[in-house]
Nanobody
Framework: QVHVVESGGGLVQAGGSLRLSCAASGIIFSINVMGWYRQTPGKQRELVAN???????NYADSVKGRFTISRDNAKNTVYLKMNSLKPEDTAVYYC?????????WGQGTQVTVSS
C-alpha cells in the first residue's frame, strides 16, 4: 500500500522559517521526481518546487531564493526548507512523488504565515 505523508507545517510569523518533510513508502518502482505544490481556497494547485532523482531542481519564481528543496533517495523523502516566509505563502502544501507512469499525492499540510 502506498503512503505519502507530509509533516512540518504550522503557524509562523512573517520572516520566519519552516521545514516540511515528505516520506513516500510502498512504491515499487523508482521515484523519478518529488515535488511540493500548494493550494489556497478557490485557486488551482501550483508548483512550488520539484527535484529529480539526480538532484536537478525547479522553483516557482515566487519562492526562488527563499525556499530550498532537497531529497534523500535512500529514504524516498523530500524536504522543503522555507525561509523569509510571507503571508502570501499561506496555503496547504502537498507532496507529489512521481514514477514513470503514476503520481502519488499526500494529504497536505497547512502552512499559515501571520503578518
Amino acid at each position: 500500500q502506498v503512503h505519502v505523508v507530509e509533516s512540518g507545517g504550522g503557524l509562523v510569523q512573517a520572516g520566519g522559517s519552516l521545514r516540511l518533510s515528505c516520506a513516500a513508502s510502498g512504491i515499487i518502482f523508482s521515484i523519478n521526481v518529488m515535488g511540493w505544490y500548494r493550494q489556497t481556497p478557490g485557486k488551482q494547485r501550483e508548483l512550488v518546487a520539484n527535484i529529480s532523482r539526480g538532484g536537478s531542481t525547479n522553483y516557482a519564481d515566487s519562492v526562488k531564493g527563499r525556499f530550498t528543496i532537497s531529497r534523500d533517495n535512500a529514504k524516498n523523502t523530500v524536504y522543503l526548507k522555507m525561509n523569509s516566509l510571507k503571508p502570501e505563502d499561506t496555503a496547504v502544501y502537498y507532496c507529489k512523488s512521481s514514477t514513470s507512469g503514476t503520481d502519488y499525492w499526500g494529504q497536505g499540510t497547512q502552512v499559515t504565515v501571520s503578518s
